[in-house]
């Protein structure tokens, strides 16, 4: 028996994000679904199905940014692989379309929840469990709000909960938005780091300002950024030492951001005795202090 298109698609949409109970709808628009293991509620899966013709579509997740592209089977020729490439096409502007739409919102909303918050507390118990100062960090309600800025716009904040739980807004943007500390001068270091404790504890040692990116992930992305709009800035990325994880994501990553940068590359200079989970410059405070 031969499966239709619709569930040879979502075969291949299984294939990427697990058991899905739906099938697709093939009317070539975006359509969002919630991916299997993404936190409830959420909407990260998008695909676009298309039936005229040769059945093709694309797929993807908001979330990490990957894209997968589909077909029934292989063109017959040149022009079957020419309507395929324009479906491609025009589901990559659909997508980038609602992705600016969802950021705009995210923005939106972003603005108006840091006009609402309030100078956060010294005492808030994340800020006291690492040590560091609030910095212009505001509050709503327990929770406290990083700022991400790109383009010297507010474009997202990070929601860090007492416990030290965080969150981005949903739909915001991520990549090469960063949350800065300090000002930045010409011809003085200019940290670029994963988290925003990591960052208050390298401002609070150094004096230097740091650009938060949040995730090891984004570091090369702010390297990009600042070195574009501060070229005077000695840029350093002050990387992770993720000691007991597989391939080491924090180094590698800092690692490569820094030789693309072409710029310096420092870790926490562990002494004799520090436990492997310690990962970070704030980790290796903490415990300096602890054990002086």
């Not at 093709?56 to 592209?69: D, P, Q, V, Y």
């Not at 479906?87 to 600016?100: L, T």
């Amino acid at each position: 028996m031969t499966c239709s298109p619709e569930v040879l698609f979502r075969d291949a949409l299984q294939s990427v994000f697990g058991p899905l109970d739906w099938l697709p709808v093939p009317d070539g628009a975006i359509q969002r679904f919630h991916v299997p293991g993404d936190r409830s509620g959420t909407l990260n899966g998008w695909y676009a199905l298309f039936l005229d013709g040769i059945a093709s579509g694309a797929f993807g997740s908001w979330k990490t940014g990957e894209i997968h592209r589909w077909s029934i089977r292989k063109p017959a020729d040149h022009l079957e692989a020419h309507l395929i490439a324009q479906r491609i096409e025009q589901a990559r502007h659909q997508r980038e379309a609602e992705q600016h739409q969802r950021q705009q919102a995210a923005a939106n909303e972003a603005s108006a929840r840091w006009s609402r918050a309030v100078p956060a507390s010294q005492n808030h118990p994340y800020l006291v469990a690492k040590g560091v100062k609030p910095h212009g960090l505001r509050q709503s309600g327990d929770v406290l709000l990083a700022p991400l800025y790109a383009d010297g716009e507010l474009v997202n904040l990070q929601r860090i909960a007492p416990d030290g739980g965080k969150r981005f807004l949903p739909g915001a943007l991520v990549k090469g938005a960063y949350s800065p500390l300090g000002r930045i001068e010409a011809g003085k270091p200019l940290y670029i780091c994963e988290g925003w404790a990591t960052g208050a504890t390298i401002h609070e040692e150094t004096g230097c300002p740091v650009a938060c990116a949040m995730n090891a992930g984004n570091l090369l992305a702010v390297g990009q950024y600042l070195r574009r709009r501060y070229p005077d800035a000695v840029l350093i990325v002050a990387g992770d030492d993720d000691r007991q994880t597989e391939s080491n994501p924090g180094r590698t990553k800092a690692n490569h951001a820094a030789a693309l940068l072409g710029c310096g590359v420092v870790f926490p200079p562990w002494p004799a005795g520090a436990p492997l989970h310690l990962t970070d410059f704030n980790d290796l405070r903490q415990w300096l202090e602890a054990h002086p």
